[in-house]
């Protein structure tokens, strides 16, 4: 399954953006029913979760995200959200959404293409 990420790109500290992931028309039918989730990998660092969301809209957040960052879905438009607040330069990094499960934690599945994200101080 290929999931799309876009809308990274060049921002200074402070600033927002909004970051936005398609499901492949193979899953439109059953996206409502993914679990979805956003990842991050930064230089030399390894991949970590930035948030989840669950199929009924249950979130969860990396703690070095609270306050800032907010996932959302559409299940009409087959999409996942990142809105992403008050940037900071330690955010800069790949981002990649994913489908995923709810265990005792978000556990990703499916990968896809990632956006870059960079935020100069």
């Known amino acids: 399954v290929q999931l799309q990420a876009s809308g990274g790109g060049l921002v200074q500290a402070g600033e927002s953006l909004r970051l936005s992931c398609v499901a492949p028309r193979s899953i439109f039918s059953t996206f409502r029913s993914y679990d979805m989730g956003w990842y991050r990998q930064a230089p030399g660092k390894q991949r970590e979760m930035v948030a989840a969301?669950?199929?009924?809209?249950?979130?969860v957040n990396a703690d070095s995200v609270k306050g800032r960052f907010t996932i959302s879905r559409d299940n009409g438009k087959k999409k996942v959200y990142l809105q992403m607040n008050g940037l900071k330069p330690e955010d800069t990094a790949v981002y990649y959404c994913?489908?995923?499960?709810?265990?005792?934690?978000?556990?990703?599945?499916?990968w896809g293409q990632g956006t870059q994200v960079t935020v100069s101080s």
């Open positions: 969301i669950s199929s009924g809209g249950r979130t």
């Open positions: 994913n489908r995923g499960y709810f265990g005792t934690d978000y556990s990703p599945v499916d």
